[in-house]
């Protein structure tokens, strides 16, 4: 593995870093989370909050869009156009929950009297409690604040920000919805223009890891012959495509 080098901000940089820094609204990212909270969206099931996120990043002067998966599920990807000649850098959340917290799920997660159980918010001090409100809620409203603070400190930057809040983020396999989950939002918009050349994949708690257990992805080609699936290996002239497979495999 590559050993990262730091590199110090300059004088401005360091300028611009506080400008941005300045710009942080606690009580504005605690209302948000209060609000995308009592907006409930089990996986596969999160168009309301993905359009409600489209919405308001919009209002931030980010070009956001909601992108439908089906009618009830889809993501939102918003971009904020640096002046060209740097990386584009996305900052990404999911923003489904596992749970239902419906009466089929009662009988395996007891009675969800706990506040952090309910598909509706409810703030007490500088606390919002509710399904999700942690995990992945507070992260979409923190990287929302992070992009706004930035606009509106009219730091110039070079590359292009991009957020990215995903429908289908939970480890599960829902069915009922043509198999929501399984990450299967986030490859549906990196299929559909989320181009970044780098990701903060935001999380809840205080570290930062430059890396992360997942899944990956990968097209294999092996080649053969062109003709029939049938033909007997032992045609001369004739290379299965399925033999050599195995040794990939």
């Excluded at 749970?99 to 606390?127: F, H, I, V, Y």
């Excluded at 809620?137 to 706004?148: F, S």
């Excluded at 012959?225 to 033909?231: E, P, Q």
Aim: glycine fraction near 10%; proline fraction near 6%.
């Amino acid at each position: 593995m590559t050993e990262t080098t730091p590199v110090p901000f300059s004088a401005e940089q360091q300028q611009w870093y506080e400008q941005a820094c300045a710009r942080l609204d606690p009580e504005r990212l605690k209302q948000l989370l209060f609000a995308l909270t009592d907006i409930h969206s089990p996986t596969g099931a999160a168009r309301a909050a993905s359009e409600f996120m489209a919405s308001h990043l919009s209002a931030t002067g980010m070009n956001a869009r909601y992108q439908p998966m089906t009618d009830d599920s889809g993501n939102v990807l918003a971009e904020y156009r640096g002046t060209g000649g740097g990386a584009a850098l996305m900052l990404y959340a999911p923003i489904d929950t596992h749970l239902e917290c419906d009466d089929a799920e009662r009988s395996w997660t007891g009675g969800q009297t706990e506040a952090d159980m309910q598909p509706r918010a409810k703030m007490q001090d500088d606390w919002v409690f509710g399904l999700g409100a942690s995990n992945p809620k507070a992260m979409v409203a923190t990287l929302t604040e992070i992009a706004t603070a930035l606009i509106e400190s009219g730091v110039p930057i070079t590359g292009d920000l991009l957020l990215g809040m995903a429908d289908g983020g939970m480890p599960v396999d829902v069915s009922a919805r043509q198999h929501a989950g399984m990450s299967n939002g986030v490859l549906h918009m990196l299929n559909r223009g989320a181009a970044a050349d780098f990701a903060v994949v935001m999380k809840p708690w205080n570290w930062v890891y430059h890396e992360e257990p997942g899944m990956g992805w990968f097209k294999l080609r092996v080649h053969g012959t062109l003709g029939y699936a049938g033909v007997p290996r032992g045609t001369p002239g004739f290379r299965s495509s399925v033999v050599p497979a195995a040794a990939v495999i």
